[in-house]
């Protein structure tokens, strides 16, 4: 193994640890999109030519606390809420500090799109979004990120492997 990559391999395991000693076995409920591909965590999902990189968050706690408190999220990227099974379910702005589009997917198809959902105002009550049509899965981006896309659209999600883990 190279020096570099022992090196890498080294300041991962540390940046780990600590949000590991931060979030405890939640971790990959808070953890930002690149310590979540980092321990697998994440995918890149196409629509039409767009790619965007999206934390995958699956447990309740992940999917109530949400882009939650961020300040900031890159365009590209998004955060994608995994569910069992489809329902219209409901998503709350509680905290957040800047517009979301929600695009709302059922069997790898959009079925909804919430778009320019704002951001509540200091001190007023979150908003709530639910869609008209069930979902399985919920991908939030920036606002105006979605304008291109339409309901009956495709949506093809790639997970992404544990870095550490051989693919084969």
Do not use: C
Request: aromatic fraction near 14%.
């Amino acid at each position: 193994m190279s020096q570099g990559r022992m090196i890498f391999y080294i300041v991962a395991f540390i940046l780990i640890g600590i949000f590991w000693s931060i979030g405890g076995s939640t971790i990959s409920d808070y953890a930002p999109y690149y310590v979540q591909r980092a321990l697998g965590q994440s995918a890149h999902i196409t629509i039409g030519s767009d790619v965007v990189k999206a934390e995958v968050e699956r447990s309740n706690s992940a999917h109530q606390k949400g882009l939650s408190g961020r300040h900031e999220f890159m365009y590209d990227h998004g955060m994608l809420f995994v569910f069992s099974s489809a329902s219209a379910y409901e998503f709350w702005m509680k905290d957040m500090h800047f517009n979301l589009d929600m695009v709302w997917i059922r069997n790898a198809t959009i079925v909804y799109i919430s778009r320019n959902v704002p951001a509540p105002a200091k001190d007023a009550a979150p908003a709530t979004v639910t869609p008209t049509e069930a979902a399985d899965t919920v991908l939030e981006v920036r606002a105006g990120a979605a304008a291109m896309w339409k309901v009956g659209d495709p949506v093809d999600v790639q997970y992404d492997r544990f870095f550490f883990r051989n693919p084969a």
